[in-house]
């Protein structure tokens, strides 16, 4: 008898989720990372990403890593109201926040 194991089975997995908050000045996309035992994980980065329904004009974007932060400059609010952030480079295994300032 042949036994495939599936991840959940052998605890090989990522979990990953992404929290986004809006306030007065700002507003911000979290990720948090639950679990990350999935070989190959540390070489994956988050490229792009695309926020729908913006109504309120973003002046800049401000990348928050556990080691550094930095101001990312390659974005564009389009007129149909999304935002697209391109050349992140944020690693997947590592807890992010990106933050929209109005």
Known sequence: ???????????N??????????????ASLSQTIHRNNYEGME???LDTIRVMGMTRPVVSIT??????????????????GELRVNKLQVPMHERATIVFSF
């Open 43 to 45: 070489s994956l980065k």
């Open 13 to 26: 997995f990522y979990h990953a989720t992404y929290q986004y908050t809006e306030g007065r000045n700002e």
């Open 63 to 80: 990348v928050n890593l556990p080691d550094s932060n930095f101001l990312h400059e390659d974005w564009e609010l389009l007129p149909s």
């Open 1 to 11: 008898m042949y036994h495939i194991s599936e991840p959940q089975d052998t605890g």
